[in-house]
């Protein structure tokens, strides 16, 4: 985008080679609505300036064949792979994505002016100030084309970029916001040009200064976000929104602190100084969390040690079915690099396999795996998921000679038992005991006798 900008104020066809370049980069990254994208806010500045000769002129023959030549050959790679790909990917995962929520990703219209509220962090106020300053550039720059003698006096009279950035940055916004399927990361491509405004903006103001409550607004968001993340590893590891009060007191106090110091270098030093205060309530949370809870972080949101202990677990068996949060079951089909089988779509498999399933669902072994010999192998207690072993299902004949020969199957559980010797308790602390005991009678559970 900024190469296209870059040719539209020159005139120099060798910037549209990064308008091509990284349109192919992207269209390889995301698919066709990255192009898709860029020609619409192109489309829509030409459009505002009546400049329509922009679109034949951006047109440039050795930008389309290096945009073909490096998109064509994974797309026809990939479809020759997959005969279903093309519709599977254009007609599925972009247009009926957008139109529907099958992929259960819907989320309230208002949604990504939440997201972009803390996509910004800790720099939401400046950018949200330097935005609707750009509108207001924007606003004037067209009155000034309808008007040019009333609006002369207009400092930025002419400057178009303000303009295209404005563009740039509210069209992934509100075309998402009609999308069927909402996910954060939608919006990415309108966080490049509200940074550049910021940045204008704070350049712009550097000899004025920044008003006293936009001061004290960006003092006070910086405060939030020490406090906020603060109070991140006490929810998860208690998995409450009401922390004790001493580290609500911690917490407050770390805030102030790093609320103060931001206020009083600007005050003190101003603009020029306030990028590198900004850094550091960002650096100290990111040492606080990663430095000294980078662990739990990993237990509590990662696929990636449950990936590890089942492979340590039981290195021999390839297949995995799940019954998990869909993060869970995207990350362990990532780390296993294999994809998952889910009960209620595919069946339950009848070769051995490793079963995932959430704590709370343990109750349902019993209809899953009627007359199946499993065992548990380790709890999850960090994201409250259960993992067994189930053991292939037993063949009841084998062909000898045109005769059918009984095979002697090993003995599944004894269903006479009491419920604890038949079934795994969903009680974390009784599972973790039942465990250290080896099941029922000191055997391991489910096995055969």
Same mark, same amino acid.
């Given at each position: 985008?900024?190469g ?16 091509? #370049? ?8 995301k698919g066709?609505v990255? &192009?898709?994208l860029?020609?619409?806010?192109i489309?829509?500045f030409?459009?505002?300036r ?12 050795p ?5 073909? $030549? ?19 990917? #254009? ?5 009926e994505?957008f $139109?529907?929520?099958?992929? /259960?990703?819907?989320? *309230? @219209?208002? +949604? ?17 100030r ?10 004037a ?9 009333? +609006?002369?006096?207009h400092?930025?009279?002419?400057? $178009? ?5 404005v563009l ?7 075309? @998402?916001?009609f999308s069927?399927?909402?996910l *954060? ?7 490049p040009p509200?940074? %550049?405004l910021?940045a ?9 200064g ?5 001061i004290?607004?960006?003092?006070a968001?910086?405060g939030?976000?020490?406090f ?7 929810h ?5 929104f ?5 580290w609500?007191?911690v ?5 102030l ?20 205060v ?21 237990m509590?949101?990662?696929?990636? &040690? ?5 492979q ?11 019954? %998990?949060?869909r993060?869970?079951? !995207?990350g ?27 704590a ?6 019993d ?9 548990p ?10 993992? !067994?072993?189930? +053991?292939?299902r037993?063949?009841?004949?084998r ?9 002697i /199957? *090993?003995r &599944? ?6 419920d604890?010797a038949?079934?795994? *308790? ?12 080896g099941g ?10």
């Open positions: 985008m900024l296209w900008y870059a040719w539209y104020e020159t005139g120099k066809k060798f910037w549209l080679f990064d308008l091509y #370049f990284f349109g192919a980069a992207a269209t390889l990254a066709p990255a &192009p898709f860029a020609l619409v806010i489309l829509l030409a459009g505002l009546r400049e329509w000769s922009l679109l034949r002129r951006t047109i440039w023959i930008g389309v064949i290096l945009y073909l $030549a490096m998109v064509l050959p994974w797309y026809i790679a990939v479809q020759k792979r997959n005969p279903t790909f093309y519709r599977l990917f #254009f007609l599925e995962h972009n247009l994505r $139109a529907t929520n099958r992929y /259960q990703h819907h989320q *309230p @219209f208002w +949604y990504y002016l939440a997201v972009l509220l803390l996509g910004l962090m800790p720099w939401t106020v400046i950018a949200i330097a935005l609707i300053d750009s509108i207001e550039v924007s606003i720059e067209w009155k000034i084309r309808r008007n040019p003698a009333r +609006y002369l006096g400092t930025r009279a002419g400057d $178009a970029f303000p303009e295209f950035l740039w940055a509210l069209f992934p916004i509100v075309f @998402f916001s069927g399927s909402k *954060p990361g939608y919006i990415l491509p309108s966080i509200l940074t %550049i910021t204008d903006y704070l350049n712009r103001s550097r000899r004025q920044l008003p006293q409550w936009l004290w607004a960006h003092a968001t910086c939030l976000l020490v906020v993340l603060a109070l991140a590893p006490q998860m590891k208690y998995e409450t009401v922390p004790s009060a001493q609500l007191l917490a407050g106090a770390a805030a602190a790093f609320g103060a110091v931001v206020f009083l270098t600007i005050r003190r030093w101003g603009i020029p100084q306030i990028c590198n900004t850094l550091l309530p960002v650096l100290a949370t990111l040492v606080f969390l990663l430095g000294f809870y980078g662990k739990e972080l990993d509590n949101y990662s696929a990636r &040690p449950l990936a590890r202990e089942i340590q677990q039981a290195p021999d068996v390839k297949l995995v079915a799940t019954d %998990i949060k993060d869970m079951d !995207y362990l089909a990532f780390y296993r690099n294999q994809p998952m089988i889910h009960y209620g779509t595919d069946g339950v498999p009848d070769a051995e396999h490793i079963l995932v399933i959430r709370s669902d343990a109750g349902d072994l209809r899953w795996l009627g007359g199946r010999v499993y065992k192998l380790f709890l999850y207690e960090s994201q409250g998921i259960e993992v !067994y072993r189930v +053991y292939a037993p063949q009841t004949s062909p000898t000679n045109g005769r059918t020969t009984p095979i /199957q *090993p &599944p559980v004894d269903t006479s038992r009491s604890r038949n079934r795994v *308790p969903t009680n974390r602390s009784s599972f973790v005991g039942w465990l250290s005991e029922p009678s000191g055997r391991t559970p489910g096995c055969p006798h």
